[in-house]
């Protein structure tokens, strides 16, 4: 391996560039032009423009992109997470033009990214399931779902990131929802098919992190605990779980490492599991790529995933065994995102007029943008992930909730005071959390988060006023700016 192309932008793209620079290895980022000033596209050894209108379509186009790859000389692509990243078909195409990829095969991804699929092969695995029933036709499909009783949620089987999830807690319910999973199922990912799933009450959405060589070794590097959700996505995740003891931890990581091997996996991959206020844990699904949260399991155990997600794609076998990975401390993420909060985590866009990350012991930050940045609303809203280790869980919440009051981030809406808000919730403290923490809790959240963020809401406007004067702005009194304190 000598020569990437990322096939991606933002956090993850810088964040590739600079594990493959350190191990030697040149870069190129396919970059549509509104990526084209990013840092990513600074930092990286060359930039090949993509196009597509709008831009997301130029980071899906299958073709453009392995062009761009031999075009410009690459060996190896990285598709990084989201976009293609489990793409059965770009995967194969990459393949097929002789190209490294990086990642699981093109028929594992296949395998894991249907839904349906991922759980018979589950099920034939011995792993545990809630009980489910598949798309059979809508009738057919009715009379199933009403048989697993409520609540339970339809999803869309080539589903992903939260998307194409409905929940349905009645009969009246159902063929609504239904119709609006397989539309948004059709929209998102191009197949309409769905299936509904026994909706397991305050479940926890635990995740095992595996390493997998070509020669059939596979570990894993502990579970990461990502219950904080809204709408279905994650926006705090942590390792370790409070919920998982060791003999709970020795169970569901050996069931993950067990499918792993029965399909055969390659590369680094996440294996979902839901677990239940009775401690049962049910499987979910197969994520087949990097996932968003893969940093706090690099905080606890010292490891970089993506040069060992390079090291692997260039055939490499693991040098360690299951018994010299260990897990040091405790580490939380927060998804720093552009969305105004209040107004139902509405997507914001707008000019990043100051943008100032926090610094100190056990903090690091995985960010994709800089002061001036024009923020839109073409692509994902995350900005930024805030990544925070301590010796212990509450040293780590208290050093998390100082960083982000020292996260100084003006111009668009963000939720930064909202996760402050969240991270002083007593439930959490305690580690009382669940999927549907953020669905009781909000308006407390929001409440307190109004409080504490009066004074900033003033002081941004002010500094957006001065910064750019043609902003919207409610506030316009340059000596608010005398109270900011970072």
């Not at 000033?37 to 453009?64: K, N, W």
């Not at 029965?262 to 979910?284: H, K, M, W």
Request: hydrophobic share 40%.
């Amino acid at each position: 391996m000598k020569h990437i192309l990322v096939a991606n932008r933002g956090e993850i793209a810088l964040r590739i560039i600079r594990t493959a620079h350190r191990l030697g290895i040149k870069t190129t980022l396919a970059a549509h032009a509104v990526d084209l000033q990013s840092i990513a596209a600074q930092t990286a050894g060359q930039t090949a423009q993509i196009f597509g209108d709008p831009p997301v379509s130029a980071y899906l186009d299958i073709p453009q992109l392995t062009k761009v790859a031999l075009d410009y000389g690459c060996d190896t692509v990285h598709p990084g997470y989201g976009f293609l990243s489990e793409n059965a078909a770009f995967a194969a195409q990459v393949e097929a033009a002789g190209l490294c990829w990086v990642g699981p095969s093109p028929d594992v991804i296949g395998l894991m990214g249907d839904k349906i699929r991922a759980r018979e092969f589950a099920h034939r695995c011995g792993l545990p399931l809630v009980p489910f029933a598949l798309d059979s036709g809508h009738r057919e499909f009715r009379d199933a779902v009403l048989a697993l009783r409520f609540p339970v949620l339809i999803k869309a089987a080539a589903g992903g990131g939260g998307k194409g999830i409905k929940i349905v807690r009645q009969e009246m319910e159902l063929d609504r929802a239904i119709t609006q999973a397989r539309s948004e199922a059709l929209r998102y990912f191009g197949d309409e098919r769905v299936y509904a799933e026994r909706f397991v009450e305050r479940p926890r959405h635990i995740e095992v992190q595996i390493l997998a060589d070509q020669f059939g070794k596979v570990i894993h590097l502990g579970e990461r605990e990502c219950s904080i959700q809204r709408r279905f996505q994650k926006i705090i995740e942590e390792t370790p779980s409070v919920a998982i003891d060791p003999d709970l931890r020795s169970k569901i990581c050996g069931a993950a490492v067990a499918l792993a091997k029965a399909s055969q996996y390659r590369n680094a991959g996440t294996v979902e599991f839901i677990l239940g206020p009775d401690r049962e844990f049910y499987f979910l699904e197969v994520n087949t790529r990097l996932q968003v949260e893969h940093p706090v399991t690099e905080l606890v155990t010292g490891l970089d995933l993506v040069e060992w997600q390079l090291r692997i794609a260039s055939g490499e076998a693991l040098p360690f065994e299951q018994s010299d990975v260990a897990s040091n401390g405790h580490a939380i993420e927060c998804r720093i995102n552009a969305e105004d909060v209040p107004s139902g985590f509405v997507p914001s866009s707008g000019i990043l007029a100051r943008y100032i990350e926090p610094h100190g012991e056990g903090i690091r930050v995985d960010s994709g943008v800089c002061e001036l940045d024009r923020l839109t609303s073409s692509f994902d809203p995350m900005l930024a992930k805030l990544i925070v280790w301590g010796p212990d869980r509450g040293s780590t919440i208290a050093r998390t909730e100082e960083a982000l009051r020292n996260f100084c981030l003006l111009g668009p809406e963000t939720n930064i005071a909202y996760l402050r808000a969240l991270l002083k919730q007593p439930e959490y403290v305690a580690g009382h959390i669940d999927t549907g923490f953020i669905d009781r809790h909000h308006e407390e959240i929001l409440r307190f988060m109004q409080v504490e963020s009066r004074l900033d809401a003033r002081v941004t406007a002010a500094f957006v006023a001065l910064m750019i004067p043609e902003a919207r702005v409610s506030y316009s009194s340059l000596s608010e700016l005398g109270a900011w304190k970072n």
